[in-house]
């Protein structure tokens, strides 16, 4: 079974935080390594942070510092915890593998704004 079910996004004022979660199916969280993207309105989609199969982290540039990737094995999940957000932050978060598989989620909303 091919499965994604991103959420935890939400409306937030800038400098908040959200954690998202993505559930994985067990044939997609074992295969390859695990990421989360993001595509704001107008944009390309883009990796915001990935992580091994073995647990090894890796934030892009844009976000280091303010996003953490993390996962539980047990639970087929990982998370992306936001701190200090920014309005530029604004998008649809998505899961998959990295680099992605053809099957994508529905994905989470985040939006910053006063």
């Known amino acids: 079974q091919v499965q994604l079910v991103e959420s935890g996004g939400g409306l937030v004022q800038p400098g908040g935080s959200l954690r998202l979660s993505c559930a994985a199916s067990?044939?997609?969280?074992?295969?390859?390594?695990m990421g989360w993207y993001r595509q704001a309105a107008g944009k390309e989609l883009e990796l915001v942070a990935a992580i091994t199969r073995g647990g090894t982290p890796n934030v892009e540039d844009f976000a280091k510092g303010r996003f953490r990737i993390s996962k539980d094995n047990a639970k087929n999940t990982i998370y992306l915890e936001m701190n200090s957000l920014k309005p530029e932050d604004t998008a649809v978060y998505y899961c998959?593998?990295?680099?992605?598989?053809?099957?994508w989620g529905q994905g989470t909303q985040v939006t910053v704004s006063s």
């Open positions: 067990e044939y997609i969280f074992n295969r390859n390594h």
């Open positions: 998959n593998n990295a680099p992605p598989g053809d099957y």
